[in-house]
């Protein structure tokens, strides 16, 4: 499919998103549930009329990444890993489509509040983009707008294609730790899991900061 035809296709079907949350917005309380802990319980409420900013997030993002290549610097390098990026578009657009529907099936009683399935699917789902993207970051080309952007990467074609092949490892591990802690939530609790998450991202991001660096003093060969 040509990316014309790509950003068509989903830029419809998120106006049949927005359409279809316009048909249920009477039926919402003048507050609503539009924030959730890892344990499910309902920690954040807010004006009905957010639940349409949430339902219009989708097509936002997708002009954004219409737009942002077009005035990436590198911008020909897309064309190298074109199928890559779209993928993540269509992955990223389903995504955010999928969960601003989170308020309405709590407010109608089709997700319990306290049950962990909110933060299970959520963080399941970034844990499997992770894992997808990581199998797929050593082909993106240089860029300012995806992969591993260290100041190093930026500035060498050699550097970029080291610290994105270890980013690629890196995301796996911090995709299978996600997935790892939708398993086990129950036994870890919500501290335990937050600390499984968070550690993942943050030691990975810095991870991958400091062996670009390491590349660019070559210490890593």
Same mark, same amino acid.
């Given at each position: 499919?040509?990316?014309?035809?790509?950003?068509?296709?989903?830029?419809?079907?998120?106006?049949?998103?927005?359409?279809?949350?316009?048909?249920?917005?009477?039926?919402?309380?003048?507050?609503?549930?539009?924030?959730?802990?890892?344990?499910?319980?309902?920690?954040?409420?807010?004006?009905?009329?957010?639940?349409?900013?949430?339902?219009?997030?989708?097509?936002?993002?997708?002009?954004?990444?219409?737009?942002?290549?077009?005035?990436?610097?590198?911008?020909?390098?897309?064309?190298?890993?074109?199928?890559?990026?779209?993928?993540?578009?269509? %992955? $990223?657009?389903?995504?955010?489509?999928?969960?601003?529907? @989170?308020?309405?099936?709590?407010?109608? *009683? =089709? !997700?319990?509040? &306290?049950?962990?399935?909110?933060?299970?699917?959520?963080?399941?789902?970034?844990?499997?983009?992770?894992?997808?993207?990581?199998?797929?970051?050593?082909?993106?080309?240089?860029?300012?707008?995806?992969?591993?952007?260290?100041?190093?990467?930026?500035?060498?074609?050699?550097?970029?294609?080291?610290?994105?092949?270890?980013? %690629? $490892?890196?995301?796996?591990?911090?995709?299978?730790?996600? @997935?790892?802690?939708?398993?086990?939530? *129950? =036994? !870890?609790?919500? &501290?335990?899991?937050?600390?499984?998450?968070?550690?993942?991202?943050?030691?990975?991001?810095?991870?991958?900061?400091?062996?670009?660096?390491?590349?660019?003093?070559?210490?890593?060969?």
């Amino acid at each position: 499919m040509k990316n014309n035809s790509l950003y068509w296709v989903l830029g419809g079907g998120c106006v049949v998103n927005f359409a279809a949350h316009l048909w249920f917005y009477p039926s919402l309380p003048q507050v609503i549930p539009i924030h959730w802990g890892m344990d499910g319980t309902v920690n954040g409420w807010g004006p009905r009329y957010v639940s349409l900013i949430l339902a219009a997030l989708p097509l936002l993002m997708l002009i954004l990444m219409r737009v942002l290549p077009a005035a990436d610097p590198k911008r020909q390098n897309y064309e190298k890993f074109s199928g890559i990026y779209r993928g993540f578009i269509i %992955g $990223i657009t389903v995504f955010m489509a999928a969960v601003s529907w @989170l308020t309405e099936l709590s407010v109608f *009683g =089709l !997700l319990p509040d &306290g049950d962990s399935l909110v933060g299970n699917i959520i963080v399941g789902s970034v844990g499997l983009l992770f894992l997808l993207l990581g199998n797929y970051m050593p082909r993106i080309k240089q860029n300012y707008y995806m992969g591993c952007k260290t100041p190093w990467a930026l500035a060498d074609e050699h550097n970029w294609n080291r610290t994105n092949r270890m980013g %690629g $490892i890196v995301f796996v591990v911090m995709g299978l730790l996600m @997935l790892v802690s939708c398993l086990f939530s *129950g =036994l !870890l609790g919500t &501290g335990g899991t937050m600390v499984l998450i968070l550690g993942g991202i943050f030691g990975g991001t810095g991870w991958i900061y400091l062996y670009s660096f390491l590349v660019f003093k070559g210490i890593m060969k």
